[in-house]
């Protein structure tokens, strides 16, 4: 951290900032420019509020120098973490596909896509029994009761299972059923659920906030590694931006930017971020060719019939027909699909 | 709903669109212009999913004609409403002020900003227990223990209580000895919280997700409303956008457009979305000016030790002048404060 | 400048860095933290291109400690620029109203809203001859027809005139009877016309990008002042968010941020911002309120056969309203309208 | 376009506004529904300004149901416009490369990269001598000197030159030398630069303003094509968002967008939109996984001595492996490179 003092403070601002610095267990080292002096501040723990300095008569403003994750970030874990599920490993050479509908609405209709999706090449199924819906007159999921239809089809398919939670007490029921807990984009922040994820003991998909930066994803995940459990993947599926020709806009330089800031998996939505089956298959190839680790994307057997998100999902054989395309590009960047 | 097909959409296509219509119970209402044919569909419930008709052949888009929400719509309740708190109304001529505290640290620090701010003219006493922090490193509010102080405070004063709860389980605990229950802006989707609230049988305010749109605020209000409690303020807390100078953007013309959409009161905080004390006073100024019905400010006694926030607070001694001047404003537009 | 090297950077990259802000011409101050090495650049001028430190191996980041704004910047020039007009100042103790229609569109429309508008109480009255349109296919203006009306209109009511300039070879034409030359929203980043706007001899009203920070609108001013043209007015009309209920999203803390920041004056548009006349009036409001030193407002008589922007135009009748109130909000935070 | 009228408007209200589209020539089409009364405007031709309607007694709002731009729309063209140069094809099978320095900074520098970009397999050679800067203070450009380099290093290597325009003085002078001519980012809505692009009978390359919607992008090349112009391409290059860890957000969902709303070719510029030379690839590898046309890259032989955006340069090197991999994903998807 670096305190900037105004343009012509005087001697005496600059000795109580100084002084500050000391009084707080930290050292103070001082460098005086042509136009500002600059104040570092040392030491082996990072002062936690800046507007300690940021008040004092004087100073201008306060400079962040280090990033504020640490266990998220590669200084302190160089190698990827690879995230081991059923035999397949997210985070390692493979890139790995988790499709299925937005939510699950019937034990019949679950179960025909798990079918489909996997007969296609999905590696892990995706189903929704707990729905974050913007109006409280839209289906709201199936709740507990779906919970028995993700283990019914699991034990059918043999398919890993991928769903989300919505509130701290959801989490120990879902850990009974599901592979994979997932953390939808308006949740990214509650911070309850993240600390009782983070004592899950189950692999979590932390999908990135639609507004959230790629800082605050990283603390987010941050709050689930230090509440002790490393099992985390991250998940760009759109951020919102001023455009409307697409539900969010898909931030694909977030793969590259992450993988390099983090150890941690880095999985896309495309479904989700554009809002439209049309514009899936071309996203997905797109996230594959920047480096993602894997896919989840929606699929639907009847679209025009689902009770959420129809118009995202994909039919089962367009689905079957990305795979095919998108294997393609894994392996002209070298990797396997 | 308007159904628009696509530029020489075939007889056949427009058919089964009104076909569909029918069949989900709803008029289908046929017009055929140069370039496009439109179908608008008339009933006295509303269509819930419009990919229903996107995914039909040559539909080319849906256009929805009315707001999502109705129960927190100026068309179903004209009437300003009027949420009266110990002896004070939010929603009417008088301009409420909200101040205190980001979070409780201690009794005292609690104690001497309560009486401070009453000195200087506020209504109602703000404090955090349950604070939700970005970094899991962050002070994170002192949690069940503070209610009781809550409790002491409001006793001992004669003020009025205004405090955050962030999860379900939460409520009922601060239902107790809060007389307003906040939602953050974390968490205006957080839907099982909302949920909770409905039926809480106290006052909530719900501040705007700093990445929710004012329809997506009023439909999350819609969700508390629907779940019987009608006695639910918004507050206006800045927005994220590109600009960095401040913590968020203040989205001052959503005052007179919310008032005009909704029957709710409408707060604002101006201490969250400048993030700087040196800018709370001109834009709580302007709050009232644009038709704030009430001001949710920070003060600290003493803002350099805060543990967190302490740069937008302001010391009570700025806190007495910024009521002075608020005031003159708020007569000036006809009010009180 | 400061350079951080990445953790466990070497110490010949270090001394690298050294040796290169050496060569520059910088002194190179070093200090040594737990985590990170940071490198300060000190010297009487500001070294132009981060990236010659930003490339170098073992470098993690370049911060920057000054912002890149001199002319226009408080430290430059510590008291208010006032800007006269025709016997008005800009930027004194009163708040100054500029109004009028968006365009000019006959001699008659022109000089009706003049007198209409100078009955009212304003100040200066704008118009526009050439007008950027989105579509190439909507009204574009008089074009240089339209300013002989300009010069009449002018010298039968008296009243100042601004008006906007879209390219820099109508800058001597609109200086010739224009009392302030406008630059739009849309060409705030127009470089060649910013040039000729600080040669052009006078005043000139600078509105910030709508996709604009407001260091890019104070880099903007700087080539105006760097050219020799110190009398420039700045203008807040509205920045682009996710928010679609109103037009643009005005950014009031703009006027206490750029105050501090800047001498300049500031003027608020809260017709380009809103897009809708009914908000106009208590942003009008809520603007002096902020402390702004002017207003700039679309009037028309006859809004709805307006040739652009009627929906936020508002009727003589009801903008006479707006100065009477905006008067009283101007007297309640000391000063006159 | 809609006029949607308020819930209870009254018959006198609604007859009104039949009576106005009458007037003006089109037939409206009523339709009663439950909740609100809504009439749809029919003709051959689109009325201009929805502010006729928006202002009249009752109206809650006008939709507009078509798309405004025309010549631009795949409605209005359905094959895919390709734009040869220099006996390549832009918008055909073959994915285009064109390379070079942010900024032509001496002959020398010019020529080393040209060769270097043609030896590694790029089409054709980007290189600026009008260069809009941020700050009055940084490195302009070479200006019209730079345009003779432009012509010998084309004759010397025989590439086909791409070269920015900032006003319509330039666009003769450009005409001369280079091959197409690039609207940058902060030009997109320069009405007067397009204009004189429409007749300039070059190629354009027109760069999406970075807070553009994809809907103004489209309108910006209308301007071009309806003043007779057809050669037009697009090039997304991010658009700003509250993300700061990248310069800009790349909006990869723009290319399957555009290239389903529009005939005309579309390029990515990935250096601009990361600002990271680091990210470039992986990006560049997306783009043509996601179905672009082209890519516009930044070389420099020394980006550490560049005197503008070195920081998203690419070594010659480095561009040559970029080319190997951006080859193997071009042929997954089924084109050349």
């Known amino acids: 951290m670096i305190v900037v003092m105004r343009n012509g403070a005087p001697r005496e601002s600059v000795a109580a900032v100084v002084e500050r610095v000391k009084e707080l267990g930290f050292q103070a080292h001082l460098s005086e420019g042509e136009e500002r002096t600059i104040i570092g501040i040392i030491g082996d723990k990072r002062p936690q509020n800046e507007h300690v300095f940021r008040l004092m008569e004087d100073v201008e403003k306060v400079v962040h120098i ?3 994750f640490k266990l ?13 599920i059923n035999g397949h490993s997210i985070g390692g050479n493979q890139v790995i596909v988790m499709a299925g509908p937005c939510a699950v609405e019937s034990r019949e209709q679950f179960l025909e896509t798990a079918y489909a999706v996997k007969e296609a090449g999905a590696h892990i ?23 028995e239809m993700l283990a019914e089809v699991k034990e059918r398919t043999g398919l890993a299972i991928i769903s989300e939670v919505m509130a701290p007490e959801q989490v120990p029921l879902m850990a009974q059923c599901a592979d994979i807990l997932q953390v939808g984009t308006r949740n990214m922040q509650n911070y309850n659920l993240l600390h009782a994820l983070g004592e899950a003991g189950k692999p ?10 790629m800082e605050e994803l990283l603390m987010s995940a941050e709050y689930i590694l230090s509440h002790g459990n490393y099992r985390v993947m991250l998940c760009e599926r759109g951020i919102r931006t001023f455009e409307t020709y697409t539900r969010n806009t898909l931030d694909l330089s977030a793969v590259p930017v992450l993988k390099q800031a983090t150890h941690l998996p880095v999985v896309v939505d495309p479904s989700h971020a554009t809002g439209n ?30 009770l959420s998100d129809g118009t995202q999902s994909l039919r089962p054989e367009r689905f079957a027909e990305l795979i095919q395309r998108a294997r393609a590009v894994a392996e002209a960047v070298g990797r396997s699909l």
């Open 72 to 84: 998220a970030s590669r200084d302190f874990h160089p190698l990827d973490t690879v995230v081991p």
């Open 66 to 68: 280090l990033r504020p």
């Open 277 to 306: 089956w049309e514009w899936v298959e071309p996203l997905s190839r797109a996230s594959i060719a920047a480096g993602a680790d894997g896919l989840l994307i929606e699929v639907h057997p009847h679209p025009d019939k689902a």
């Open 204 to 213: 979590v998909l932390l999908k990135r906030g639609m507004m959230s930066t």
């Open 125 to 147: 199924l995706r189903g929704g029994v707990f729905k974050p819906r913007t109006s409280p007159y839209s289906f709201q999921g199936l709740g507990e009761p779906g919970l």
